[in-house]
């Protein structure tokens, strides 16, 4: 299904920014999961622009369940979510001069004209709340069984965060320290430096964009399929999903071309019962399936395209070269903000392959 | 469908390296397509290992089409390929001790014991030349609509080619010419380097990875859906589902992290009648959807597992540690093998969001 | 998706019937199209319960377009449609007492407890208010291309409707005439006993059921595929998502049984250019196939299970026998309110096959 | 997928009467089933024509696992089976002069003359082999957790078998016997004359069809989904893909016409613990999903269209009238050897929906 994905656990986007609402439609819940609604918001919330490194646009994200929802408990029959819009401003957005590195060109051409244009339409990014609201939902059942997600900005131009620990017990702190967080870096001066970074852009009307590392901890082993269905295939097609992702990669990733084989195959190794590696080079995963070590892996985050600066551009009535400078409230970097849609998605991804692996039963044990 | 991949067009693998055959089987192509079985086998043949660079390892990959063909033509119904196996070693392959970073240790998690481990079985890479017969297939009938595909190794340890032509007139050549060569690399001297330096890691017994930079030249625009069937999402998915790639990328990829949002917009201009963008960062995808630029994306290949250094593992059986000395005949490299799946899934993803976006009659156009 | 169906035109129902509110969540129309209100609603209104025949519940069917949909025309991304729920009278419904053939003991069993079950829930008879709009919006897209669908009570009872003119010119008219009709029937008198009967089982709190057939005139040729999408296959299993139907017949369907192959098969001519069958016994299908003859089907209608006589039931609670008196105000017949969701899901299926034999662009061309 | 169907196990058909081989492709079996060859062999033997009621064809029905299987179990990866064709007569059916009721016509129209016409190509029945191949391995399956499929020819013109036994005992025995009958009719008396009534016919030429009744004992509640996957519409979808089936009714059916609610509306009891219903009107369904009760189906097959008696037709390639006289071998009954097929589907989807609902452990538990 065009907007659609998962074979377990379905998840269809609809809607557009600037109108009425955006909503989420979630297929497969099984009943009687309750849903914690501050768990839900916590997320909601770190999604939303805030402060100097944001835009100063209001988004009220209130999550308003429609159906699927009873007493309390999912009731197993499709969980349908809005978002309505509120406090939107269709005079900054409509223009015929085609931005430069939006879908404004593409979803012209695509749908002949016809897209609701207004503050990208259905291209939104604002279209990541009802996914995070999604994907929230199942980070929270994933986290009832164990499994922790967290992710941090590893790299922000040049500015690189501290790794994260090798040791589990001391990750599973970290990430659950970073889901606290807001602007989620480790060390507390490389934070502090990547957003006065973003400050300094913002005043030139310039963005950035980053490096997302996501791990996660006490993933089962046996998740994922041999070839299309691959751990990295399921996550990797809900990853570049999020607007403005242009890279991902599964433990060392792009790295793994200047390295030997011998230097960067995962030893294995018993650690009393338990069947560990001693490196994790694959991020957790071989032949596209869960081994049981964490799950680890980066994305890259783009510069917001939305810059104050002007830029050559078309029109797209006349046909004429011309130049556009974009108004209106926009971030000057995003990177932040795209790190708890990556978490969600990651979730969905691995519920979803849970539930084809252990049945729907598990998710309520 | 765990074994599917795809909406219109539509391929599932099956088979084991060391059963009686493997396969594919391709639902969605229309009818009345000659198959060109001296296209096909070329682009087999690619794939197949050869010279000192290899595995002697020796496979018989006779195209054996089984249904859906008739008097030189596709019938519009399932067309199922086979290729017999031959040759096998299984004496080579069967322990229970868990190569690293092969899929023996989560394949016998996920399916209890009762894979077929002989060879891989259904991991094996052996299950890409099916691939590459559907792909090729997908290719001859891009290339009839004038879209051409190519792939070089763009980097091999610290050996890097020179890059693609920014002209997409001389890029085409480029990318024909790489598509007769069995080592895909641009520069000569360096084609020659990165032979030598496997040859070299292939007398230690050792492996390597290596980079590959792929083009789409003569893109539609339209092309890919918002969010989950993103042109990214698709051939990232399908990109995955190969063996050994581990990280894939478009445009300027995790690059992007290093510049600000002036520095890597794509500024719209008319080129006569003609929509391009002055650079080309995004890599020919906006908000999802093709833009009419060449299609630019590059994928990892890591370093072949199988190497003859002796390595630390566990027994599966008796639960303890012990090492491994790899036997049998393996490729110090398959980077330049995977060049021509690489190109075979992304012809697969293209035709099949092409056929969506402009009905099946477009094919035979 | 289990809550969705459809290939390239897919339909994900929601809601419950005394939640907030039921919808449709459409996948895969073409941008471009404008949605005409009026005649939505002129569907969705011979849906509604009506006069002596009916319920005296009230149903505000207001169609509420929350995507997709912008200056009149449909953009081609997702379209949510929305209902809102109002006049509920829960206490009517709230029960232990099992209704008996309805899908309060089964859902009870599905969901553990779970579902919501005011009113039937997600399993109400209101979900086909969002049904019958998506169906609408595909029936008047095949309107436009020709494609006339109507149906009409055959059978009530013992009570027969004189059969479908054999004349595919007076036949459209007769669908016409149909689709303007509240309780469908072709003879007045018939008509006039079939109402009759059923307000006298109205009169006893007793309900009836009916057969529906429906004919469809103006089919394209090679419409359906082999096997699993047979347009059998993919028209019965839309017409057993309709709550009461209960069986499904194409062509002489049941009857085939009564006669030797000589008599019944479809014997072709040539009628000018066009190639036609003598009889059309097969229903307008070959091979799954659609051959350019009317579409001919039959669906039966189950008695109302609502009845207000007293009915020996079980109380889940105290897992003991008991009688149960439903309450409330039901209908003592639907075939009539049935018939448009019989058509609007034959659209559906159509328009789904169509856009996938013949491209998107063949929509609004 | 056009030429698949299911969701957590899901069938692929492919292959053509006269090419190569016919196959099946079955993905998402668990890993470790042992398959039991003379089970299968035994349903593709009920399938194979035999005696005087049908062709003096012979098929060689040889089971031939080509992936997916391993030491006598599944792999958990997908099985591919094929069957060889031999034993092929080209010249009995090539033919411009398009057979009536046959999907000769309609291929033509789809395919553009590009199908492989000989023998009805993907069309055949032949291709409901690997269906029952796949079917058995999923009845097998069913059987091991109690549930029995059983099916009768129930009417064959005017001649009728005696109806199941009400006593789901004595049921289970009369299904068990069947199921080791070619000639599945209980009454051994009409089981001769509906025998004979096919011979008759066969010596004019002629042909007949028939009704099948099928039941299945041990049905697990809660089974099938509401809407688009209830159990009637997945069971539906899969019947009406068998070729010559052109009705399909539950419980009463059509015959729920003639009653008012009060007579057959199924109420409901405790047996013992067990939640049971007096009568079983809706065929073990209430609102798309099981309640435990024996399930009800009935299937039409309508007469063999292949016939030896002169039939008007045209031809394709002068585009004139013309008269056919149909030569070769062909059945003047198939509804017998359809049984097999019906239990094969009926199988198949209740597999599906038992994985989707008790996850894949169920299968071996």
Known sequence: ???????????????????????????????????????????????????????????????HVVSGYFNGHTTGTPLCILFENSNTHSKDYHNDKMRPSHADYTANEKYRGYQDYRGGGHFSGRLTAPLVAAGSIARHILEKKGIV???????????????????????VSVLQELNQTYFPVCDVEVSKQMQE?????????????????????GMPTGVGEPFFSSLESVLAKLLFSIPAIKGVEFGLGFEFCNFNGSEVNDAFYMDQETVKTKTNYNGGINGGISNGMPLHLKTVVKPTPSIFIEQETIDYQTKENTTIQIEGRHDPAIVHRARVVVDSVVAIGILDLCIQQFGPAWVGE
Chains 1, 2, 3, 4 share one sequence.
Do not use: C, W
């Not at 009307?205 to 996501?214: A, P, V, Y």
């Open 197 to 217: 970074r973003i400050e300094t852009l913002a005043k030139t009307g310039d963005s950035t964009g980053g490096i997302l590392e996501t791990m996660v901890l």
């Open 149 to 171: 997600i967290g992710t941090h900005i590893a790299k922000l131009q040049e500015l690189q965060d501290i790794p994260f620990p090798e040791s589990e017990d001391v990750a």
């Open 1 to 63: 299904m065009k907007s659609s994905i998962g074979e377990a656990l379905q998840i269809s986007l609809f809607g557009e920014s600037h109108g009425e609402a955006i909503g989420v439609l979630i297929n497969g819940l099984p009943a009687g999961i309750p849903l914690d609604e501050n768990y839900i918001n916590h997320f909601l919330d770190l999604r939303k622009p805030k402060g100097k490194i944001s835009t100063s646009r209001k988004e009220r994200d209130e999550l």
